[in-house]
């Protein structure tokens, strides 16, 4: 009998207006990502609505930093509401370690060029004590939200046990090749710019076409 794949945790990210993001947010999907960089077209602080005012949703928040403050993470998370941050930059060990002596679940995304090799792999294991998970994206000059995907059969050279979600490019197409990816780590998947009306509105009906597609039953 063949074994029932798991259910992967479902991350959609980039969400900056209160409407769509109620509705994303009944489709189900584990986590919402909002995104605090300012050179984003998706950052959150654009929408003066999401900034007043904290949006409840049954998705837990993460809080996508680049290159950022702790201090002024602290600041953001506490206003947000948001007990879980992605770091998207170069952010040095210390600085996760910190996040997460103030109480902060911390995941780290990491940037794959075209394929995970040895020089990834030693740059992620200063991590894995301090992060509850890794983000695998696409490497970008924008730090994500390129609609690009690397390529996915490397990953089979990802050798560590931290649980990772995968990123970088996932469209409604890829919902069959997800069903087949067997991988001991693969935690969950994170949906972005592939899902989009434009940048930071997500098209509701195409993102529950996609779990239905992945998860059938």
Not at 63 to 75: K, Q, R, S, W, Y
């Amino acid at each position: 009998m063949k074994k029932k794949k798991t259910k992967l945790f479902t991350k959609v990210c980039g969400l900056r207006q209160a409407d769509n993001m109620a509705e994303i947010d009944k489709l189900g999907i584990d986590f919402i990502g909002l995104i605090f960089y300012e050179k984003s077209p998706r950052y959150v602080l654009l929408n003066q609505e999401l900034e007043a005012e904290f949006i409840p949703t049954k998705a837990q928040k993460v809080g996508v930093f680049v290159n950022t403050d702790p201090t002024e993470i602290l600041a953001l998370c506490k206003q947000f509401q948001i007990p879980i941050v992605q770091l998207h930059g170069q952010e040095s060990v210390a600085e996760v370690r910190f996040l997460r002596q103030q109480g902060l679940r911390v995941w780290k995304a990491f940037g794959v060029s075209t394929q995970i090799d040895g020089d990834l792999i030693k740059k992620m294991k200063d991590y894995v004590s301090l992060c509850e998970y890794f983000i695998l994206d696409t490497q970008t000059a924008q730090f994500g939200g390129s609609g690009r995907s690397f390529d996915w059969e490397s990953l089979q050279n990802y050798t560590l046990p931290q649980p990772f979600f995968l990123s970088g490019g996932i469209s409604l197409q890829d919902a069959e090749r997800l069903q087949s990816l067997d991988h001991q780590a693969l935690i969950g998947i994170d949906l972005n710019s592939r899902f989009e009306k434009q940048a930071g509105i997500k098209d509701v009906n195409l993102v529950a076409k996609f779990l239905k597609q992945l998860y059938p039953n």
